[in-house]
C-alpha cells in the first residue's frame, strides 16, 4: 500500500484511516510528494505510525527517485532525496528502500539503461525493476542476485540492475554532505547555523503559486518580501 504522505487530512486520508479500519496488513510503505522536505514530512510520519501500528502492520520508507535526464542532474536531485528519507528512517527506526541512491549507480554505470518513462519523470519497466529489487532487498532481506524473473528485459540488463540495487541496499550512495560553514575572502570561517532548522514563511504570497512556499500542499507565504 502506498500513499503519499501529505494528504493525511483530506480524502485520501479518510481513505487511508479506512484501508487501515477494515484491513488487515504486514507492511505499510510511505512515500512523500516529490517536493516535500524533511520538516513537512517528518510530522506527517510520527502521525501515521500510531495508526499503522495499531494496525499490526510495519511502516516502511520508499526514497524516491529523482526525475533528471543526466547522470549529473540524477545525482544532484537525488541528493534531497536520500537525506530526507534516510535522515526520517534513523529518527523513527524504520527500514527504507533506497531507490533514489540505486538509481544514481545505475545512471553513472550503464548509461545504456533507460530508467524513465517518456515524460521523464517516471520510471520505465527498467527503473521500476531496479526499485523492485530495493524493496525486495531493504524489505525482505532477499538479495535479488540471480533471481528467476527479469521481467523480460533479458538477463545481461537485469544483472546490471541487481547489481546497483544491492550494493545501493549494502552501502547506499556516498552523496557529498552539505557544506556548513563558509570561508570568507579574510579567511574567517563562518558556521551554517541554519542548516536543518525550521522557520515560519511571514511574507505574502507570490502570485506564481510555484514559487509560494507550501505546507500540507497549501500556500502559505515566502521568505522574503
Not at 541496499?169 to 574567517?188: L, R
Request: aromatic content about 12%; some cysteine; hydrophobic content about 35%.
Amino acid at each position: 500500500m502506498h500513499f503519499p504522505v501529505r494528504f493525511v487530512i483530506d480524502e485520501r486520508g479518510r481513505f487511508f484511516r479506512n484501508k487501515l479500519k477494515n484491513n488487515s496488513y504486514d507492511y505499510v510503505v510511505l512515500q512523500d510528494a516529490a517536493k516535500s522536505s524533511y520538516h513537512n514530512t517528518k510530522p506527517q510520519v510520527e502521525k501515521l505510525l500510531p495508526l499503522i501500528e495499531d494496525n499490526g502492520a510495519e511502516a516502511l520508507l520508499y526514497m524516491r527517485y529523482s526525475a533528471a535526464s543526466t547522470v549529473d542532474q540524477i545525482r544532484k536531485n537525488a541528493i534531497k532525496h536520500h537525506t530526507n528519507y534516510a535522515t526520517i528512517a534513523e529518527d523513527f527506526d524504520l527500514v527504507c528502500a533506497p531507490s533514489a541512491d540505486a538509481f544514481v549507480y545505475c545512471a553513472e554505470r550503464y548509461p545504456e539503461i533507460n530508467l524513465y518513462a517518456d515524460d521523464g519523470g517516471h520510471h520505465s519497466k527498467a527503473g521500476a525493476y531496479l526499485a523492485a529489487c530495493t524493496w525486495l532487498y531493504s524489505y525482505l532481506g532477499v538479495d535479488p542476485t540471480g533471481n528467476g524473473y527479469d521481467a523480460q528485459l533479458g538477463e545481461d540488463t537485469a544483472k546490471k540492475l541487481w547489481e546497483c540495487a544491492k550494493i545501493a541496499c549494502e552501502e547506499g550512495y556516498p552523496f557529498e554532505e552539505a557544506k556548513t560553514s563558509f570561508t570568507a575572502k579574510d579567511g574567517v570561517e563562518y558556521q551554517n547555523i541554519a542548516k536543518g532548522k525550521s522557520y515560519t514563511a511571514t511574507g505574502g504570497a507570490y502570485t506564481t503559486e510555484s514559487w509560494t512556499d507550501t505546507k500540507d500542499g497549501k500556500p502559505i507565504g515566502k521568505l522574503t518580501d
